[in-house]
T-cell receptor, first 117, second 115 residues
Framework: GAVVSQHPSRVICKSGTSVKIECRSLDFQATTMFWYRQFPKQSLMLMATSNEGSKATYEQGVEKDKFLINHASLTLSTLTVTSAHPEDSSFYIC?????????????FGPGTRLTVL | AQSVAQPEDQVNVAEGNPLTVKCTYSVSGNPYLFWYVQYPNRGLQFLLKYITGDNLVKGSYGFEAEFNKSQTSFHLKKPSALVSDSALYFCAVRDSYTGRRALTFGSGTRLQVQP
């Protein structure tokens, strides 16, 4: 089946630093990836849609200058949390569709837990 | 706008008993419906989906779900629960009318299966 990986799985950083999270589709190409955020005991909230070769589309209320998304290839999207603050601490999950395949199923990465001290 | 409601924060069942996790949805067009399961500190695992066709959909690990258009529901079921089914379950919807590919998730239901 389709496998999506994320790196790192867990990161702890100091307030004010930037953190990059990678999302890779391991055995398929993905022109579209999504970034979600999940707070403890809450549902997933869509942050942005990452499109290969073009700018990401951000959901209302998500700061594009704070959450930088780059989708440079068909297998890699990155989310950079810039100048992280404790309120950015959360579980970040990416997902991807298979390019050219049935466009109805998203495959999710294992998530990255970010803790900002 | 599309939305999903999971009315139960937690469902408790005894091992071997049938389980139901409820989900209702709201979309403008035809719904694409999904169930995912999440284990602690892990991403989401796909269980099953309804796109079109038979209202009863069978998925992974013995789970199934029934699409009911008149009640706008897509409840997840399993005839005999296992302790290992204990996890967080999310229902999600995508509206075929809008063409928007991102999913809207329900709030999640924690399933606790007691031995």
């Amino acid at each position: 089946g389709a496998v999506v990986s994320q790196h790192p799985s867990r990161v702890i950083c100091k307030s004010g630093t930037s953190v990059k999270i990678e999302c890779r589709s391991l055995d398929f190409q993905a022109t579209t990836m999504f970034w979600y955020r999940q707070f403890p005991k809450q549902s997933l909230m869509l942050m942005a849609t990452s499109n290969e070769g073009s700018k990401a589309t951000y959901e209302q209320g998500v700061e594009k200058d704070k959450f930088l998304i780059n989708h440079a290839s068909l297998t890699l999207s990155t989310l950079t949390v810039t100048s992280a603050h404790p309120e950015d601490s959360s579980f970040y999950i990416c997902s991807a569709f298979i390019s050219g395949g049935p466009s109805d199923t998203q495959y999710f990465g294992p998530g990255t837990r970010l803790t900002v001290l | 706008a599309q939305s999903v409601a999971q009315p139960e924060d937690q469902v408790n069942v005894a091992e071997g008993n049938p389980l139901t996790v409820k989900c209702t949805y709201s979309v403008s067009g035809n719904p694409y419906l999904f169930w995912y399961v999440q284990y602690p500190n892990r991403g989401l695992q796909f269980l099953l989906k309804y796109i079109t066709g038979d209202n009863l959909v069978k998925g992974s690990y013995g789970f199934e779900a029934e699409f009911n258009k008149s009640q706008t529901s897509f409840h997840l079921k399993k005839p005999s629960a296992l302790v290992s089914d204990s996890a967080l379950y999310f229902c999600a919807v995508r509206d075929s009318y809008t063409g928007r590919r991102a999913l809207t998730f329900g709030s999640g239901t924690r399933l606790q299966v007691q031995p």
